[in-house]
Structure formats: C-alpha cells, structure tokens
Nanobody, 124 residues
Framework: QVQLVESGGGLVQAGDSLRLSCSVS????????MGWFRQAPGKAREFVSR??????????FYPDSVKGRFTISTDTAKNTVYLQMNSLKPEDTAVYYC???????????????WGQGTQVTVSS
C-alpha cells in the first residue's frame, strides 16, 4: 500500500515562501502521477498541481489560482515530491494533501492515495 507523508507546513506572512515535502513509499507508487490538493475551511478540496515521476515540466499543470507562484518537482532518488510555494497569499491558507493517482489527476475521483495533510496558514 502506498504511503504518503507530508511535511513543511506552517504559519507565514503574506509574500513569504514555503516548501512542502512528501515522502512516498510502499506499493507500486511509481505507477502513480503525483500531485497536491488543498482544502480550505468550509470549501471542497481543490487541485493544486501534478507531475509524473519522470519530472517532465511539460506535463506539470497548475490552476490559475497558483500558476506562476507554485512549482511542483520530484526527487526520484529520495522518493520525494516537493511543492515550492512563493508569494503566498492569505487565500492560500488550507490543509495541503500530497496525492498519488491516475492521469490527469485534476479531480478527487482520480486520486488513489492521500497523505495525512499539512496545515499552511498565511497571515495578512
């Protein structure tokens, strides 16, 4: 069974940066497309980014809400997925979940494994 463990969340001010990490193990995780979702209080889970394990930038995808500010990457030697978040805004406040699933991984029904989540809070 695939296990995903996130780290790197915290409390920051608007304009700051954070890097989330997701350590992946177990099962046949290499078959998954990896990504991040987030969930703000009272809102549905929102797709944030995706990347195949090969790390090709041509197959990454970001919604307009984070495009140009967030970057997803992988380190295949460490079995780790990263989410670099720059120019953070208060509306980025949410629990961030590392996920593994099937292409194109832009909706929750395509997710096959979830991490436990890490809280990111951005103060104004």
């Amino acid at each position: 069974q695939v296990q995903l463990v996130e780290s790197g969340g915290g409390l920051v001010q608007a304009g700051d940066s954070l890097r989330l990490s997701c350590s992946v193990s177990g099962g046949s995780f290499r078959k998954y497309v990896m990504g991040w979702f987030r969930q703000a209080p009272g809102k549905a889970r929102e797709f944030v980014s995706r990347i195949p394990w090969s790390g090709s930038s041509t197959t990454t995808f970001y919604p307009d809400s984070v495009k140009g500010r967030f970057t997803i990457s992988t380190d295949t030697a460490k079995n780790t997925v990263y989410l670099q978040m720059n120019s953070l805004k208060p509306e980025d406040t949410a629990v961030y979940y590392c996920v593994g699933g099937v292409w194109p991984l832009q909706s929750v029904d395509l997710v096959r494994a979830w991490g436990q989540g890490t809280q990111v809070t951005v103060s104004s």
